[in-house]
């Protein structure tokens, strides 16, 4: 069974700081992989994902991550951050193949941008 | 723009008493997810279906929980025998499985979940 894990429970910035989120997951087979974020008082929204190609995807409002095989990652990044970012970050795994497909989701990150 | 719903949104119920909350998904979506989630964790996986087959349970869901997608379309999850440890927020996720072709995979669209509290 895949498990996901992210490093930053609580990250605190200022306006126009650089953002990086980590995330790692433990499955050695292939894998689609998602970020999902979640404003306050707002139901889950899906930011990017990644199912095969260029490892370097984009997403919604200024956000892109890395699919690094090697090292099991898939680390969400944003150059500037906005007061308008203070949300709760989900990175998601779901394994391909296999036979067994159950989605996996880390615990998440709460994000504070101070304007 | 008709997404994922839900209801109802929150629930306050007795220890001891059944609940039953429903989904409905996006039209042509496929597939339909249950999830649990608690205050300060990501949404934990409970079931999906297939259509109305229910193709995974998660093996740490009690038998006081069932789940069904009846017509293929809207669901419904019970929980018999409500004990306070069930208070959480349960999500439903909706998404196009394709079957065949790239991509493999599917994105979830979730609802805005239903709040159980037990007293």
């Known amino acids: 069974a895949q498990s996901v894990s992210q490093h930053n429970h609580h990250v605190i910035l200022s306006e126009a700081a650089s953002l990086e989120l980590g995330c790692n997951y433990s499955y050695g087979g292939t894998v689609n992989l998602f970020w999902y974020v979640q404003y306050p008082g707002q139901h889950l929204q899906l930011l990017l994902k990644y199912f095969s190609g260029d490892p370097l995807v984009k997403g919604i409002k200024g956000f892109e991550a890395e699919f690094i095989k090697s090292k099991f990652s898939f680390n969400l990044r944003k150059p500037s951050v906005q007061w308008s970012d203070t949300a709760e970050y989900f990175c998601a795994v779901n394994a391909v193949g296999g036979g067994s497909y159950i989605p996996t989701f880390g615990r998440g990150t709460s994000l504070i941008v101070h304007p | ?119």
């Open chain 2, 1 to 119: 723009d008709t997404g994922v719903s839900q209801d109802p949104r929150h629930k306050i119920t007795k220890r001891g008493q059944n609940v039953t909350f429903r989904c409905d998904p996006i039209s042509e979506h496929n597939r339909l997810y249950w999830y649990r989630q608690t205050l300060g964790q990501g949404p934990e996986f409970l079931t999906y279906f297939q259509n109305e087959a229910q193709l995974e349970k998660s093996r740490l869901l009690s038998d006081r929980f069932s789940a069904e997608r009846p017509k293929g379309s809207f669901s419904t999850l019970e929980i018999q025998r409500t004990e306070q440890g069930d208070s959480a927020m349960y999500l439903c996720a909706s998404s196009l499985f394709r079957l065949a072709g790239e991509p493999y995979g599917d994105t979830q669209y979730f609802g805005p979940g239903t709040r159980l509290t037990v007293l």
